[in-house]
């Protein structure tokens, strides 16, 4: 009796869908239609259901998606070779018409999606045949490939027009490996295996479930085991994780910072001193011990190591707060000055240690919090009164291009001012289809960025993890994981509870 007792239970556990926990966000996200959001939560969460015609690997190669082949045709044209056999998760075939019709949404001005600058160069889709597609620019843009794995989504035709906009943001549909299964509003986003995804053998779990748990708690749902993967382990909860039976930490350096930009475009921070005095007013060495735990290393460029197009030669400003205040006085601010500051909630411990160390030059900051939800109210809307930001960035297209421009460009939604030097480089960067003309731009624009003061640069974070035992993941270099590949072992988890490994 108790063998079959015995054969039942282990029956019982086989047939036990296999659920990943992951937490990587405070809140839901606004919407799940790729036209209509542009923030780093909301696309890892679209990129487990969607997919391009490439993707990023997990150290920033690109790599084949809906597209098994690609190859130049001229400076103005690539040619993409379609997947065979690829249906979307409602049925309809994945085609060159299904392909036309979701990238050119995207560079519909009509359609007003968010990140509109970052793709605008693209100028249409050409039908070779069934499989094959050609991408046009409107000129050589040596950037292209990396555009097309870091926003593009191909979504459904026919369930697309059914659904509209607002039907699509609810229940999303794509060729992904996970498919979606259903909402439950401020607790998770349930996501089940698609069992038919091109790539076989994965997905390796079930259900990905993404929870949505306050950052105070996300500790201790991993700890209590209420969450399986937490991609963001705070430095002062390291420990706790580490020291833990059932839990483990993993780190990675990661194209991600948190940075500052200005609007120069008016006073104060019109005054080239005062750019300055902010910038050697940091102690970047103390803001990494306190704000990350040692978890990063400073910088002085927005753009980051190991990135295409970094120049290495662009060392982290010096702290230097006496010559800070000499800037100060010398720009007409003897008794320093008030600042109003957009900070992202990702932030806010960074913007504490900022305003602290500021606040010891006269330098007072007035900060307004916001989220991703709230994006689109602050950027554009409402920025032209703020004197800064300061928010996190990742780098989803793997290239020093990105960062900066989302800080600087003029083609950014989330840039204060505009430079035209910036702008002038930008233009010569995309242009570029050889690599090596390519690089000597980007590193001259670290380099005028750098001199002109024109950009508050911190550090470059290495991202912490906590997992569960039996867990495994390989994390993005940018911090936008696929968890395709994620493994979990469910014995292993009610065996290990509270006991050593």
């Known amino acids: 009796m108790s063998v079959l007792l015995a054969f ?8 036990e869908p296999t659920v990943l926990r992951v937490c990587d966000d405070i809140a839901d996200p606004p919407s799940l239609n790729p036209y209509r959001v542009f923030s780093e939560k909301t696309h890892v969460i679209l990129q487990q259901l969607l997919e391009g015609l490439v993707r990023f690997g997990p150290d920033g190669d690109i790599v084949p998606a809906l597209a098994e082949r690609w190859e130049r045709v001229d400076e103005l044209r690539m040619r993409f070779h379609l997947r065979p056999g690829v249906r979307f998760h409602n049925g309809e075939a994945l085609d060159a018409a299904a392909v036309k019709f979701s990238l050119e949404r995207y560079v519909d001005p009509g359609v007003r999606f968010v990140g509109y600058g970052f793709v ?31 926003w593009i989504h191909v979504v459904p035709p026919a369930y697309f027009a059914q659904a509209g906009d607002d039907g699509f943001a609810q229940r999303p549909v794509g060729t992904g490996p996970f498919r979606f299964a259903r909402w439950e509003r401020g607790r998770r986003l349930v996501l089940e295996a698609n069992r038919s995804y091109w790539r076989e053998g994965t997905p390796k779990v079930d259900v990905l479930s993404l929870e949505f748990i306050p950052a105070e708690r996300q500790v201790d749902a991993l700890l ?36 500052g930009n200005f609007n120069s475009a008016r006073e104060p921070l019109s005054d080239k001193r005062v750019r300055e005095a902010l910038n050697l007013g940091v102690d970047r060495e103390t803001l990494v011990r306190f704000d990350v735990f040692g978890n990063g290393r400073p910088i002085g460029t927005l753009s980051l190591p190991g990135e295409f197009g970094h120049n290495a030669g662009v060392g982290p400003y010096p702290y230097d707060p006496k010559r800070a205040r000499q800037l100060l006085k010398e720009a007409g601010y003897p008794k320093g000055l008030r600042l109003r500051a957009l900070l992202k909630a990702n932030a806010q411990r960074t913007g504490r240690i900022l305003a602290k160390q500021w606040a010891e030059l006269g330098i007072h900051v007035d900060f307004t919090v916001f989220t991703d939800a709230d994006i689109n109210r602050y950027f554009p809307g409402e920025r032209d009164r703020f004197d800064m930001a300061i928010y996190d960035c990742p780098d989803p297209m793997y290239h020093a291009f990105f960062i900066r421009s989302i800080f600087l460009s003029g083609e950014s939604p989330f840039s204060l001012s505009r430079d035209a030097g910036i702008d002038e480089r930008f233009g010569k960067l995309v242009a570029a289809l050889d690599p090596g003309e390519q690089r000597r731009v980007s590193e001259d624009l670290d380099r005028y960025v750098h001199d002109e003061f024109l950009a508050l640069p911190t550090y470059e974070r290495i991202r912490t993890y906590g997992l569960r035992r039996g867990v495994t993941f390989e994390p993005a270099t940018s911090g936008m994981s696929y968890f395709f590949e994620a493994t979990k072992e469910i014995a292993n988890e009610k065996e290990t509870e509270g006991h050593a490994p």
């Open 8 to 15: 039942v239970a282990a029956a019982a556990l086989a047939a």
């Open 120 to 150: 605008k160069t693209i100028a249409g889709v050409d039908v070779v045949d069934e499989r094959t597609v050609d991408v046009r620019t409107h000129g050589p843009d040596g950037l292209l490939l990396n555009r097309l794995a870091a």
């Open 224 to 259: 209590s085991g209420e969450v399986d993967v937490l991609t963001s382990l705070p430095g002062t909860r390291t420990l706790d994780v580490q020291r833990a039976t059932a839990t483990y930490v993993i780190k990675k350096p990661s194209f991600y910072t948190i940075a």
